[in-house]
Nanobody
Framework: QAQLVESGGGLVQAGGSLRLSCAPS????????MGWFRQAPGKEREFVAA??????RPYYAESVAGRFIIERDKNVMYLQLNALKPEDTAVYYC???????????????WGQGTQVTVSS
């Protein structure tokens, strides 16, 4: 079954760090744009960061720029979360799109999500 699998979420204190992973299963990520989104309780899902697998610079939401870093190694995508704030608490999803986009509707393959909780 074609899917993306996230891992690495957890509970962390404000100011701490986490590293999320996104691994493909049954699909390729080469030549695709891979992104991270998040959804907090009662809020819309929002764009966090993305990168075009075969080149190009990563791009970030303004709210996380300078704190989060998107990386890739072979077929696995990572999101390094630094200087975490309570407002970063959300379920984090990775997803795949055919082109660079911040719009969740352009992403057609999604993972199941991983919970990140930041305590104050």
């Amino acid at each position: 079954q074609a899917q993306l699998v996230e891992s690495g979420g957890g509970l962390v204190q404000a100011g701490g760090s986490l590293r999320l992973s996104c691994a493909p299963s049954g699909i390729t990520v080469s030549s695709y744009n891979m992104g991270w989104f998040r959804q907090a309780p009662g809020k819309e899902r929002e764009f966090v960061a993305a990168i075009y697998w075969n080149g190009g610079r990563p791009y970030y939401a303004e709210s996380v720029a300078g704190r989060f870093i998107i990386e890739r190694d072979k077929n696995v995508m990572y999101l390094q979360l630094n200087a975490l704030k309570p407002e970063d608490t959300a379920v984090y999803y990775c997803a795949r799109a055919t082109h660079q986009s911040r719009n969740q509707h352009d992403y057609t393959v999604w993972g199941q999500g991983t919970q990140v909780t930041v305590s104050s």
